[in-house]
């Protein structure tokens, strides 16, 4: 690819989703777009660059930008800040909260698992909570990662990878070698394609803002943009 070529795509990347990619990252092109490259029958990476790079072909593009975007996430991902959730966020919105109405966003959401982790532990609290209305509204950049997020169907690495025990015998199923997600738990979350650089307004306002693990992949001024337009979006009260 020339220096051209890649400049063209950083540009695109950071233009279209906020991507940086910087140049000693070149080689993340070929382990991410390899696949689409061999879905699309193009008989190399570079023949696919090429011929976006002549073309500038939107659904291509878009090809482009699904897999080079991350879409990596497991159950309770780091365990803390899902204790967070269950022992500080919501014993205070349930006090604080003039309407018993809490809506959370899981920005970034992949393949659904911190959104449903969320969901898991609000079931666990549903004394706590008779009465209330709860919205989970997962975005995502990638629509293929936002089907398997809705599916409910995990594999058994993926649900052995973070998930306490508890949450697996009381929330899941065996079918053949995966693991579905009860429907109910699945109900429970709203998935919409939505790209963190446009406007928030259209989400509405949350309580609850889990954006973890994908302000790394941009630039100072677009994780700032992001940031101070995220504020607009939330409640009194609100916790990111």
């Given at each position: 690819?020339?220096?051209?070529?890649?400049?063209?795509?950083?540009?695109?990347?950071?233009?279209?989703?906020?991507?940086?990619?910087?140049?000693?990252?070149?080689?993340?092109?070929?382990?991410?777009?390899?696949?689409?490259?061999?879905?699309?029958?193009?008989?190399?990476?570079?023949?696919?660059?090429?011929?976006?790079?002549?073309?500038?072909?939107?659904?291509?593009?878009?090809?482009?930008?699904?897999?080079?975007?991350?879409?990596?996430?497991?159950?309770?991902?780091?365990?803390?800040?899902?204790?967070?959730?269950?022992?500080?966020?919501?014993?205070?919105?349930?006090?604080?909260?003039?309407?018993?109405?809490?809506r959370?966003?899981?920005?970034?959401?992949?393949?659904?698992?911190?959104?449903?982790?969320?969901?898991?532990?609000?079931?666990?609290?549903?004394?706590?909570?008779?009465?209330?209305?709860?919205?989970?509204?997962?975005t995502?950049?990638c629509?293929?990662?936002?089907?398997?997020?809705?599916?409910?169907?995990?594999?058994?690495?993926?649900?052995?990878?973070?998930?306490?025990?508890?949450?697996?015998?009381?929330?899941f199923?065996?079918?053949?070698?995966?693991?579905?997600?009860?429907?109910?738990?699945?109900?429970?979350?709203?998935?919409?394609q939505?790209?963190?650089?446009?406007?928030?307004?259209?989400?509405?306002?949350?309580?609850?803002?889990?954006?973890?693990?994908?302000?790394?992949?941009?630039?100072?001024?677009?994780?700032?943009?992001?940031?101070?337009?995220?504020?607009?979006?939330?409640?009194?009260?609100?916790?990111?």
């Open positions: 690819m020339t220096p051209k070529d890649f400049n063209a795509l950083q540009e695109m990347l950071k233009t279209s989703s906020g991507l940086v990619l910087t140049e000693d990252k070149q080689y993340l092109l070929e382990s991410r777009l390899a696949p689409v490259a061999k879905k699309l029958k193009y008989d190399s990476v570079d023949l696919l660059l090429a011929d976006w790079t002549r073309t500038k072909e939107k659904t291509l593009q878009n090809h482009i930008i699904e897999a080079m975007t991350i879409n990596e996430s497991f159950f309770f991902r780091d365990k803390t800040p899902f204790d967070h959730f269950e022992n500080i966020m919501l014993p205070s919105l349930i006090k604080n909260k003039k309407t018993k109405h809490i959370i966003w899981s920005g970034a959401a992949s393949t659904g698992q911190e959104a449903y982790s969320l969901s898991m532990i609000l079931k666990e609290q549903a004394h706590q909570l008779a009465g209330w209305r709860i919205e989970i509204i997962g995502d950049l629509s293929e990662a936002l089907e398997k997020a809705k599916s409910g169907l995990y594999s058994q690495f993926e649900v052995q990878r973070g998930m306490p025990v508890k949450y697996l015998v009381k929330n199923k065996q079918v053949g070698s995966m693991w579905q997600l009860d429907s109910t738990i699945r109900s429970t979350v709203q998935y919409r939505f790209n963190l650089m446009n406007s928030f307004a259209i989400l509405g306002r949350f309580d609850v803002i889990f954006l973890r693990n994908v302000l790394i992949y941009f630039g100072k001024e677009t994780k700032a943009d992001i940031l101070k337009r995220m504020e607009k979006q939330t409640n009194p009260g609100c916790f990111l």
